[in-house]
């Protein structure tokens, strides 16, 4: 029936998506805001294959042009709904014991906090009926607190008592810069009915704190202390990425609180995903480039697969029967 074959979908797309390895980067460019120029666009192309090309339009020339591929790039129109759609399978892999890891990367104004709004993600993991959790030992991180939710009014309380903690504070950038990460950590425990067996996943949502170099935000004292070391727990993220990446005997986890919060999402048996924000307008143009370029060190990164596939499947088969199984859905609605 319907439930069986969702289930089975699942389950697919879990095994393709560890044939694939287990670090992806998505990309995301937000639309003109009202005010902006639009004629002054640095995203020349944007494809559904993943590839883009960025450029300056106030700076022609033969290598003004520059290209990037992603595992998936989403344009100025592509609505939450479809990244959302597109991101659903991977929350729901939390459901089968793994551990995934959603990062938001960019500049303040890029729409990290936008695209990390996740409340249809919950009400699709409500609709499954799956919503009870409870408190793991071990929290590592200082101030961080953990709480049982039953609804999503829970969900959205502790998200709204988590905002009006976060620092902010209005900077040169003529935006209320977001001058903290903020984590919010799902954990959840379930059985497999038909093994009896007992599944833990945990779900990280990192809306990481704005990527702009220190000097464009003119900070000074206080200011200036906390974006270098906001740039820092950056840099070693980065770190701990790329040496999981060259599968370095030391992966440096303990430099920063946020590689040591998020150590057992980051390593072999986990799933990460990094939204990649961009700003369109051209006065976020070397912004944007050194987020690409931050980005494309992080997606040539295959950190092999999550999970050893049990039987030996090669991804073309898996993705035919993942799509004859779509089919199938489809047939039914
Ligand atoms: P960041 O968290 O990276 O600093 P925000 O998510 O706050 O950026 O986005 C900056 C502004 O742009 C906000 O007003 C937000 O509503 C708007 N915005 C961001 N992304 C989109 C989008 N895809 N569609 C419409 N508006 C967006
Ligand atoms: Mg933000």
Known sequence: NYHVVLAENRKLYNEVQDLKGNIRVYCRIRPFLPGQN??????????????????????????SRKLFKFNKVFGQAASQEEVFRDTQPLIRSVLDGYNVCIFAYGQTGAGKTYTMQIKYCFLDLHTLGIWNTTQPNGLAVPDASMHSVNSMTDVLELMNIGMTNRATSATALNERSSRSHSVLSIHVRGTDLKTNTLLRGCLHLVDLAGSERVDRSEATGDRLKEAQHINKSLSALGDVIFALAQKSSHVPYRNSKLTQLLQSSLGGQAKTLMFVQLNPDVASYSETISTLKFAERVSGVELGAARSNKEGKDVRELMEQLSSLKDAITRKD
């Open 38 to 63: 639009q004629n002054h666009s640095t995203i020349e192309f944007a494809g559904e294959d993943g590839e883009l090309i960025v450029s300056n339009p106030l700076k022609q020339g033969k290598d």
